[in-house]
């Protein structure tokens, strides 16, 4: 009989957590969309919600039309109260 000592392998969730780990890291920071949003249209209100996407798209930013949209029309409404 051998007196080898079985070797304690590491659980694969493990390494995919480290995996993952090492991958939000480097990830880049998080940019706050809806704060990119208000700066654009702070700058020209008037701007069409479509090149509103397409700017913020060269930026690296993706947003859609959408989200865009439901930013403007909470501005819109905030404006109103004040």
């Known amino acids: 009989m051998s007196n080898k000592q079985p070797v304690a392998k590491q659980q694969p969730e493990v390494i995919k957590s480290q995996a993952a780990r090492k991958r939000r890291e480097a990830k880049q920071p998080e940019v706050n969309k809806f704060q990119a949003i208000r700066d654009m249209l ?12 397409a700017a913020l798209a060269q930026q690296g930013i993706q947003v859609s039309d959408t989200y865009v949209y439901m930013v403007h029309g909470k501005r819109r409404c905030s404006a109103a109260t004040l």
């Open 42 to 53: 702070e700058k020209n209100p008037p701007t069409p919600i479509q090149e509103i996407v």
